[in-house]
């Protein structure tokens, strides 16, 4: 079973959408649009183009769930690669992807105490150990977005991992339709509860809790072994301009699910979906422009975000006390945050008045 490269290219796009979204972020937390000039038609035309920038610039989050999938793809490959060699040993499968992802994540964390280019908004303090190990989502509140927003995403991971053995199973043993439709409902049944039962922070929907991004992921494995059963037929799917048509006409509708509680549960796993059948088509007409740069580790994209906690991928409550009692929901990056999401980030309040002030709203 041969290595994509193309999936290395996705990945690739995945970490630049990803670096941009957060540099994005970053400057609106303090520049603002130029007023709108419709003053005459090409200032007019300057316009509508730079309102359009920022509503697609404001999707890039979207390109996390694409890398989720792209992860339960690699992997769910790999794994089905050292089974057809022989018998995999757990406990030394567990050993290899451990030692491969814990030291670049441990040299990340030292770069952010040495390097003088990272601005520290946030004590070193002893929430670092629980951040070294991994376990952000311990007190999700306090650590989840602790130091550097981004490194949430390796906290989520290892938890795949820990489970990824009964999902091996589980897919190998059911096939991968009857597979996803049961971890599609394990994940909805989650959030559901997280969301709407019993109402938590959105930490943990983002991926505190793995299983609530379950769904993508999954979807990942399922494409591995998809693949595998008729490569020609994915691909063709994914790269011959096929799947990027779907997700063009149905990505607009995936948006509204950001618009009420109950398909909000949805959300993530629509857009992602979504997202990476577009991705496919733009890596067959772009494949030139990469070369294989891109690590197997999932956690890379993640590992160069903005260091500021409250300036997460996905906008979260600042306030930083533990209980609530309202399940603290994450925006769509636009400033429409749900109205059960309680008090919010300033940058949204100024994104919000922002936005509020055109007159041209797009892809609402």
């Known amino acids: 079973m041969k290595r994509l490269i193309w999936i290395d290219i ?18 609106f937390q303090y520049g603002v649009l130029l ?12 316009t509508i183009l730079r309102l359009v920038w920022f509503k697609v610039s404001g999707l890039g989050f979207h390109a996390v769930g694409v890398f989720i999938i792209l992860s339960g793809w690699t992997l769910m ?4 690669r050292r089974v057809e060699s022989g018998p995999l040993a757990w406990g030394a499968w567990y050993r290899a992807r451990f030692l491969r992802l814990y030291p670049m994540y441990w040299v990340a964390h030292l770069v952010y105490l040495v390097s003088p280019f990272v601005a520290r908004l946030e004590p070193v303090d002893d929430r670092i150990v629980l951040s070294l190990l991994g376990l952000r989502f311990i007190d999700i509140q306090m650590n989840f977005m602790y130091l550097n927003a981004a490194w949430w995403y390796f ?45 938590q922070n959105g930490l943990w929907v983002l991926g505190g809790f793995a299983v609530c991004r379950l769904p993508e992921f999954a979807l990942g494995m399922s ?10 037929r994915v691909e063709w799917f994914l790269l011959r ?31 992602s979906h979504l997202t990476i059948q ?48 309202y399940p603290k929901r994450v925006g769509n990056a636009f400033g429409k945050i749900d109205q059960r999401a309680g008090e919010q980030i300033p940058l949204v309040e100024k994104t919000s008045a922002r936005l509020a002030s055109h007159p041209l709203l797009l892809f609402q």
């Not at 607009?252 to 549960?265: E, F, K």
């Not at 294989?292 to 991928?313: E, I, K, Q, Y």
């Open 278 to 325: 577009q991705s496919g088509e733009t890596v067959r007409t772009g494949r030139t422009l990469f070369v294989w740069f891109v690590s197997d580790s999932p956690t890379l994209c993640h590992l160069a975000g903005t260091s500021h906690s409250r300036g997460a991928d996905l906008v979260v409550s600042s306030d930083r006390s533990c209980n609530t009692g």
């Open 35 to 46: 007023p709108p000039d419709w003053s005459n038609l090409a200032a007019s035309a300057l």
């Open 155 to 199: 906290s989520m991971l290892i938890q795949f991992y820990l489970i990824f053995p009964l999902l091996f199973w589980t897919a190998r043993r059911l096939g991968p339709w009857m597979f996803l439709i049961i971890a599609c409902a394990a994940g909805f049944f989650a959030r559901y509860i997280l969301l709407v039962l019993w109402p």
């Open 241 to 271: 301009g096929a799947g990027f048509v779907v997700g063009l006409i149905l990505y607009p509708a995936a948006l509204q699910l950001y618009h009420g509680l109950y398909d909000y549960i949805f959300v993530d796993f629509a857009t």
């Open 223 to 232: 494409f591995a072994m998809w693949h595998r059963q008729s490569a020609a």
């Open 10 to 27: 996705s990945k690739g796009l995945a970490i630049l959408v990803v670096a941009y979204f957060h540099f994005f972020r970053t400057y």
């Open 77 to 80: 490959q790999s794994t089905m």
